[in-house]
């Protein structure tokens, strides 16, 4: 089997969920035997062309001549990854499918179909009607919608992350239910391994006394992801939970107003924004935290609550969206109300007074994560849409 894959992210260029799927479903697919050529653009460096046995990534230049936004830049650089493909195509032969991951390609995978006949299996991971919470503002927003429904349109199956997502996708876009298949995201299980019985007391120190217990957000910085409500959670916290340490990292256009806020609050010798840390930083900071939270108002799936499952942290999270599919109450983590600070501060204090509970909890998460969110078990459940695809286009003349 040989398919065609295009994304906006690959690394080292990932800026969110999308980017680490991608990531891992790759070369998680070339494992089983697929052939994989990723064409992607080339943002913060990469070669242009690499080889890593059934995997082959492209990183075709992004052209951004004349664009003033980000839709100018998808437009443009969506001509460019399409002539790239053509090229590839004469030279190389043709592909049996198109797997496009969310709008950004969408205008390049909808000229390789139909200049190639080609089937195209699209998977929406995010819709910016949802992440308008129901409605779209201004004509970038609107454009983008219109995007992601000729992307769920053209496509011969949609994948969804999760049963929230299929119902947005159904809802927004009118897609027929039996043309979308659910797949969930993943997380590698050897991401922590390596830190596994690694004494990270003096990296901790950057970042927390000794005593103090921390509390971890990782993500970008937005207004869906609740910040603002996990920094008014902090008072009542600290009110039961004195050694509590917050750090909120990452980066956005939400992080100097989050800064505000922690100043206006008087929390500042309690909660630390770094705005953005490396990957092996993150990592550790995983391994010496007591709780991540995810306090989010709009979630598909969210992959970062599966990574810290993955890395055996207790988890608070927001029952909204995919993330109430993944996570759930009492059993494999805490959930709680959305925008509610008190909801929110209820589930950090618990997890912190009651270890032994919250270490059940991260022993359940553990079991889920190696049978469920495996990437070999969701890359299988990949190939048998891929299979179902390219079955029933050998039925038919186009």
Known sequence: ???????????PHVVGGLGQHVADLAPALARMGVEVHLVTPLRRGGAERSDDGRLHVHRVPADTSGATDILGETWRTGGALAAYVQGLIASEGPFELIHNH??????????????????????VHATERGRGRGSLSGQQSHMINDIEWGLTFEAWRVIACSEYMR??????????DDKI???????????????????????KSRYALPQEKIVFYVGRLVYEKGIDTLIRSVPSVLAHVPEAKFIIAGRGPELDAMRDLVRSMHLEHKVLLPGFISMEDRDRL???ADCAVFPSLYEPFGIVALEAMAARVP???????????VVKHGVTGITIYPGDAQSCAWGITHTLQHPEWAQMRVENALMDVRTIFN?????????????RVIEERSHTDW
């Open 1 to 11: 089997m040989r398919i065609l894959m295009l994304s906006w992210e690959y690394p």
């Open 102 to 123: 969310d709008w950004l390609t969408a205008v390049a995978a909808r000229e390789i179909k139909l200049r190639n006949r080609m089937p195209l299996v699209a998977t």
């Open 167 to 176: 119902e947005e996708i159904r809802a927004f876009f009118n897609t027929p």
């Open 181 to 203: 298949d659910i797949i969930p995201n993943g997380v590698s299980q050897t991401l922590f391994s390596e830190l596994e019985g690694v004494d990270l007391s003096e990296f």
């Open 286 to 288: 995983f391994k010496v």
């Open 315 to 325: 988890v608070v999270v927001s029952e909204v969206g995919g993330l109430k599919e």
């Open 375 to 387: 990437w070999d078990v969701i890359a299988g459940q990949t190939v048998d849409v891929y299979r």
